[in-house]
């Protein structure tokens, strides 16, 4: 997930606020939803099973409990079997999470160590202990490309052509 983490005025933001940890609660919250709908029809395809498939059932009720409780998936102490006996779902709540912070570039490159503590207060509000995180400045990025890219143009005006 990226996450906002900078106050810029000229970048509205949907709710008219900066708020990383309730827009990352938002996310998870849409994706525990999703999560939830599927093991539920999948429950349903199963009424009915064969032998082997009574451990796909048997997790898929241990998930359905946890995401009813607002746990995600990979939160909810499956084992490597059971983990195998759901893989093909592609349970988003199932998948690592990696948290890009995005800070502005004066956070980013004149203060960072207090954007990197920022950010695992962030994160460590989220009570996702396996999640990991990485801080980011998207406009310093973009403005990188821009210099990089106007550097290439002024070197292709300085070639010439010798047919």
Known sequence: HVLRNFQEDAIVHVEGRVDPIQDAEIVNLELLLADAAQVERRLGKKKVLHEEEEEERETLELVARALNR??????????ASQKRSIQTMGLLTLKPVLYAINVDEVDFFLDYEQAIKNAKTI?????DNNAMFTIVSAQAEQELLRSTSDNDNDDDDNKTNDY
Request: glycine share 14%; net charge neutral.
């Open 70 to 79: 607002g746990i995600p998936a990979r939160m909810a102490g499956l084992t």
């Open 123 to 127: 994160v460590q509000s989220l009570d």
